[in-house]
Nanobody, 128 residues
Framework: QVQVAESGGGSVQAGGSLRLSCAASGSPFEHSCMGWFRQTPGKEREGVAQIYTRDGNTVYADSVKGRFTLSQGRAKDTVYLQMNSLKPEDTGVYYC?????????????????????WGQGTQVAVSS
């Protein structure tokens, strides 16, 4: 059974940094797509970044390019989202997700419906 678990959320002031971790288990992840999403009350869940574990290729939402960096651990079952220069609009619940049914990341990138295993989410709060 595939499980995904996030950690590392918290509260910071604008301009600060946080590092989120996502640990996946229950399946080989060498050819998986791992993604980070975020959601605020009343809004749809939106893609933040994704990574193809085989080659490390990443895709970012325009709103986080140049500020967030997604990387993976050597075992490819853990991914890290380094968030720098945080803004109040980055506030939300951040979810990690895994697509283990497809050998790669699907198109379009960061589509919620492409990911079949989700974590419980971790809260990120950025104050101005």
């Amino acid at each position: 059974q595939v499980q995904v678990a996030e950690s590392g959320g918290g509260s910071v002031q604008a301009g600060g940094s946080l590092r989120l971790s996502c640990a996946a288990s229950g399946s080989p992840f060498e050819h998986s797509c791992m993604g980070w999403f975020r959601q605020t009350p009343g809004k749809e869940r939106e893609g933040v970044a994704q990574i193809y574990t085989r080659d490390g290729n990443t895709v970012y939402a325009d709103s986080v390019k140049g500020r967030f960096t997604l990387s993976q651990g050597r075992a490819k079952d853990t991914v890290y989202l380094q968030m720098n220069s945080l803004k109040p609009e980055d506030t939300g619940v951040y979810y990690c997700a895994a697509d283990v049914l497809w050998p790669g990341c699907r198109s379009p990138a960061m589509a919620v419906t492409s990911f079949d295993h989700w974590g419980q989410g971790t809260q990120v709060a950025v104050s101005s």
